[in-house]
């Protein structure tokens, strides 16, 4: 099963958070993806990155973390009781305790809109499409051509340069 | 239960996306992007954060739900809509009647078309030209300098050619910031190969994307155009052909630059020799070059000058008529564009007609059927300086906010108590409607239908996606009933009785040129809409301006001379040692009236935070968070610091929506009357949050408490 992610590419992030605001409306006003001002001047979004092997999921003892037929980790908040273990064991932090009823949040990857066939809001948003919702091994092999591509432009091009004053 | 999926433009700003809002009986509960729509100005659907949270401003709690009129400044009573409107056309006929110049009207650039050609009829109608709108405080420069040097005020292609260019120079402009979604197009362009010069005196978002980086002092624009164009023709880089076959005046700025070396620019500008001289050769030979500013480059004293030149340096090097190439002014509200091709301006008539030409003067004449005014009325600015002598003494506010988007501000407080008369047409409370005698509540864009300009010239069609709050009515209802109340009862276009915003946009279309074409039908049924000039109903848009022949009485671009270069008007001295300028952020918006009642956004950008070079906070002793006090020969504005080195030593960036307008310097631009709110001299000093609280009680409150008492 192609196991399906939220990635980014921070070299194209404006730090527009319009991805905040979209996860945000979807999500019944908590953002589950945050975007981090990083030295002064380069922005980054960080999102939940759905493990292939989820300490998340690992440590629940209620089993309230599962994963669905995309591969999503979602967390079922009938089953939740708050104890932040996932939180805790998460290396990014990413579940958060919702105040309000004290359970735990965190991204589904818009499991309502992905059942309408529709990617998730975040992606969906980013005006700079620095946000890529794909599988792994595809988006490494999609940069991978990309840069061949490149060189051979590039290769191309130098074919052209005369070699004057050399 | 009724769910819906309406096709509406986003409110904000001047890419005009596309969204569609999702509501449940006429109530908006959430949006979905329009990925479905080919060729709209945001591909794929994309928003920004402001588009994203729409919905939220439309329920805010204090929306305006019934007119209203003042008992004493700020204390309001309710009326119907029959005594309001009654009340507003007697007052404005009676002063009409002594002396239409005592009239002033504002138009929006926050509304659609319709209200805003409306609004321009009604004060023609009644004997003045006397109509404005924001326009004059953003763009007013980019129409007089393009109209100068191409014939037309407007952007001369659109966002695909940003996207074919081979080279984007950027000044003025945090494009990232202002437009995120235009900004895409600069992005896809760089991924192509394209390469990126960023001129700005803030280290911005966009400037991280630049290949060459200049960053000047605020209001030396002049100097590092000249530059730029300086070694273009000193390395004979320029397009001879172009420059032979469509343009006139090549000499006159080859001796007008001839000053302007790269050494000489380095002085002025702050900008490195080396790095003009590498812009200049970067620029010049790329063969596909689009130039994109906004207020940056505008809002100074010559503003003009700054766009003309920079349409000289794009004509130069022949990237004028072509795809991939091209001006691109990018404006800041949702219907600039509109607002200024229906004429809310002082000197001219729908499609940019000058009221000054007899000719001109009679059509409408006979269109309207009534005797027309051939003198050019006033401006904002001037407008309020006749209101303090008296002169002007009624206002028609539409969507407007002077009290925070004037240079200023303190001296427009002023003029507005001044006022014998002040209507305020609006969604929401703002500061300026404390002085108002009548509050007209309108219905929202989203909550109304009607066409928009975008800034690419772009007409686009709103559907109306919920039901008003209240009693709230479309603004083009509220204008043709004090229109028709005033005695202007006539069917056709003579009158003001119409049954919709269809209705006006025909009406738009028999006498403004550029849209003839642009019907409603048209553009209800083309979601991606159209490109003005269309002349004709089978006619389908124009991309890319000026293919054959510019706009200007030859046909030929006029290049323009400037060989003298000026700062802003004022400069530190030892009072006010540092530059003061202004920039926004990107999930405000304009007077933060929408945008501050948006959880949302309130909750990502709650305050704002004066930028400071880290030597200068040494010098201060200030470090982030601090609270300092920025005082100018106009105002003084408590605000926390944010030491940083994205600005220049010396100068001090404060973004404006908070009503930093207190500080700014309304000295004008001669010709497009444009304040200088970009530059002026300022002092800084720490102060305690203390000191910070009682001078911000002296500010105009962002949102007002309007009170309504009874009887
Ligand atoms: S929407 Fe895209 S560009 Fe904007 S902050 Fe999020 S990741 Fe960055
Ligand atoms: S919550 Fe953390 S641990 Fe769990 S899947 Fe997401 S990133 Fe991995
Ligand atoms: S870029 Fe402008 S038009 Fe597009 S969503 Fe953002 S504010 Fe709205």
């Known amino acids: 099963m192609a196991r399906k992610t939220v990635f980014i590419d921070f070299s194209k992030c404006i730090e527009c958070r319009a991805c905040e605001v979209a996860c945000e409306r979807e999500h019944s006003g908590m953002s589950f993806i945050s975007v981090f001002e990083w030295q002064e001047m380069a922005a980054m979004a960080l999102n939940c990155r759905h493990c292939e092997k989820a300490p998340c999921v690992e440590v629940c003892p209620t089993n309230a973390l599962y994963r669905d037929k995309d591969g999503a980790v979602l967390l079922a908040p009938q089953k939740c009781i708050g104890c932040l273990m996932c939180g805790i064991v998460c290396p990014f932090g990413i579940p958060e305790l919702d105040l309000i009823n004290k359970i735990m949040g965190k991204c589904d990857l818009c499991a309502h809109r992905r059942a309408e066939g529709k990617l998730p809001a975040c992606v969906e948003t980013c005006p700079t499409d620095a946000l890529i919702y794909g599988d792994f091994n595809e988006i490494v092999k999609k940069r991978r051509e990309k840069f061949t591509e490149k060189t051979i432009e590039l290769a191309k091009t130098a074919e052209r340069i005369p070699l004057t004053g050399v | 239960m009724s769910e819906r999926l309406v096709p509406v433009v986003c409110p904000y700003c001047g890419v005009g996306c596309r969204l569609y809002i999702r509501s449940v009986d006429g109530y908006p509960v959430g949006i979905e992007y329009a990925k479905d729509i080919p060729n709209i100005s945001n591909e794929l659907g994309k928003l920004c954060p402001k588009g994203n949270a729409v919905v939220e401003y439309l329920l805010a709690k204090d929306r305006l739900k019934r007119p209203l009129k003042a008992k004493e400044q700020g204390k309001f009573v309710e009326i119907s809509w029959s005594e309001a409107i009654k009340e507003v056309a007697e007052r404005l006929k009676a002063y009409a009647k002594d002396d239409p110049n005592q009239l002033m009207f504002f138009g929006s650039a926050r509304t659609f078309n319709e209200p805003n050609y409306l609004v321009q009829k009604l004060a023609r109608m009644l004997g003045t030209n006397n109509v404005d709108h924001c326009a004059r405080l953003c763009h007013a420069p980019t129409v007089t300098g393009l109209k100068a040097v191409f014939g037309a005020g407007a952007m001369t ?26 900004f895409r197009y600069v992005l896809k362009a760089k991924e192509r190969g394209a390469k ?14 630049a290949d060459i980086f200049l960053q000047h002092y605020p209001g030396s624009d002049i100097a590092l155009i000249n530059g730029l164009i300086h070694v273009i023709i000193k390395e004979r880089l320029y397009d001879e052909k172009f420059v032979r076959e469509r343009c006139v005046g090549f000499d006159e700025v080859v001796a007008a630059v001839e000053k302007f070396t790269p050494e000489f620019v380095e002085k002025v500008t702050g900008v490195p020799a080396e790095l003009i001289i590498e812009a200049a050769r970067t620029f010049a030979t790329a063969g596909k070059g689009v130039i994109t500013w906004a207020m940056g480059l505008t809002q100074h004293t010559h503003g003009t000058e700054n766009v003309k030149l920079l349409g000289t340096l794009a004509a130069i090097c022949g990237y004028q008529g072509k795809e991939g190439a091209g001006c691109s002014p990018m404006r800041g509200q949702n219907n600039v564009q509109g607002a200024c091709d229906m004429a809310a301006l002082p000197n001219v008539f729908p499609g940019y007609q000058a009221v000054t030409d007899p000719e001109k003067r009679k059509f409408f004449e006979e269109f309207w059927g009534v005797e027309l005014s051939g003198e050019v009325g006033l401006t904002t600015v001037e407008a309020a300086y006749a209101a303090d002598k008296g002169k002007v003494k009624a206002y028609y506010v539409m969507g407007e906010n002077p009290v925070i988007s ?32 009548i509050v007209l509540p309108a219905a929202a864009m989203l909550e109304n239908e009607g066409s928009l300009t975008n800034t690419e010239r772009r007409v686009q069609w709103s559907f ?36 919709d ?9 028999a006498c403004t040129p550029q849209y003839r074409g642009i019907t409603p039908e048209r553009l209800k049924e083309n979601l991606a809409g159209l490109h003005w000039p269309c002349p004709s109903e089978d006619h389908p848009g124009t991309r890319v301006l000026y293919k054959e022949k510019f706009l200007t009485p030859s046909g030929k671009a006029n290049l323009a001379a400037v060989p003298e270069y000026k700062g802003p008007v004022e400069m530190p001295d030892e009072e006010y040692p540092f530059l003061l300028t202004t920039h926004r952020y990107v999930g405000m918006y304009h007077t933060a009236t929408m945008t501050m009642r948006s959880c949302a956004l309130k909750k990502r950008w709650p305050e704002p935070l004066a930028e400071i070079h880290p030597d200068d906070a040494v010098k201060l002793g200030i470090k982030s968070g601090d609270w300092v006090k920025v005082v100018t020969r106009r105002g003084a504005y408590p605000i926390k610091a944010k030491v940083t080195r994205a600005v220049k030593k010396g100068v001090i960036a404060v973004p404006w929506h908070w009503g930093a307008n207190v500080l700014t310097n309304d000295a004008l631009d001669p010709v497009a009357k444009i304040p200088e709110t ?16 009682k001078l911000m009680e002296k500010l105009p409150p962002l949102i007002p408490k309007i009170e309504v008492v009874r009887g």
């Open chain 2, 157 to 182: 292609n659109t966002y695909k050619d940003i996207e074919e260019a081979n080279v984007i120079f950027i000044i003025g402009h945090n494009y990232a910031e202002t437009h995120p979604v235009g």
């Open chain 2, 196 to 209: 990126v010069i960023v001129a700005d005196p803030r280290f911005t978002r966009t400037a991280w994307f």
């Open chain 2, 406 to 437: 004037e240079a200023n501000a303190n001296h427009v407080m002023h003029t507005l108590e001044k006022l014998e008369f002040m209507v305020v047409q609006d969604i929401v409370p703002t500061p300026t409607m404390e002085y108002a005698d």
């Open chain 2, 464 to 499: 109306q996606a919920v039901k008003p709050p209240g009693e709230a009515r479309p603004d083009w209802w509220i204008l043709s009933e004090v229109g028709k109340a005033i005695g202007f009862d006539k069917t056709g276009s003579g009158g003001f009785v119409y049954n």
């Open chain 2, 501 to 509: 915003a269809a209705d006006v946009l025909r009406e738009i279309n």
């Open chain 2, 678 to 693: 970009k530059a002026c001299a300022c002092n800084v000093a720490k102060i305690t949050e203390e000191e910070a609280r």
